[in-house]
């Protein structure tokens, strides 16, 4: 009876683990498919200002499978009608974050790491000049113009690295669940 429960338990972790590998890989594949706006002003992506580099265009993870509605960037945030791409950088240097993101024409997103949910994306999906300056590119729909700060301490073991999804962290946690009680 004994060796039969174990048997069931270890089914149960082999299951739940495909699940979450499941949901991870289709999570990591959705992208977002925003409109495309058309400008009349030629805006560009800037290089970034030292200590500051373009790291890509990334799409927002608010509604990809899984992600429970965070943000590629999740740290702090700023909606400003005068934003700019030099604004956001600031603005999370300031607050000692290692990645700025520009949304949407205006708003800033600071974090120590993107979302694993997030996908680096064409530089064409960000096609949204900034509110505080047309020659700039701030963003696009559901996507983010990111630049990365090289000199950061804070967050220097993160570098690279990205959010675990939720359904790994989940299955993670039913996985020692049934190590336990195994035990």
């Known amino acids: 009876m004994a060796s039969s429960a174990v048997l069931s338990l270890r089914f149960l972790l082999l299951i739940a683990s495909i699940l979450a590998l499941s949901a991870q890989a289709f999570a990591q594949s959705t992208t977002s498919t925003g409109s495309q706006h058309a400008s009349t002003t030629t805006a560009s992506i800037i290089p970034g200002e030292s200590p500051w580099s373009y790291y890509g265009c990334w799409n927002e993870t608010t ?3 899984g992600g ?3 943000r590629a960037l999740s740290g702090v945030e700023e909606d400003l009608t ?3 791409a030099d604004l ?4 999370c240097k300031s607050n000692s974050y290692t990645y700025a993101g520009i949304e949407y024409t205006k708003e800033c997103y ?3 790491y993107v979302n694993s949910l997030s996908n680096k994306l064409s530089d064409s999906a960000c096609d949204l000049p900034c509110a505080g300056n047309s020659s700039q590119i701030c963003g696009g729909d559901l996507a983010l113009t990111i630049y ?8 220097a073991a993160l570098k690279g690295m990205r959010e675990a999804p939720l ?3 989940l299955a993670l946690g ?4 049934v190590l336990l009680c195994l035990a």
């Open 68 to 70: 429970g509605g965070a």
């Open 167 to 169: 359904s790994s962290i």
């Open 63 to 65: 509604l990809a499978a």
């Open 88 to 91: 956001c950088m600031s603005f």
């Open 148 to 155: 990365q700060q090289k000199t950061s301490t804070k967050g």
């Open 174 to 177: 039913i996985a020692i669940a």
């Open 110 to 112: 600071c974090a120590n």
């Open 82 to 84: 005068t934003m700019t």
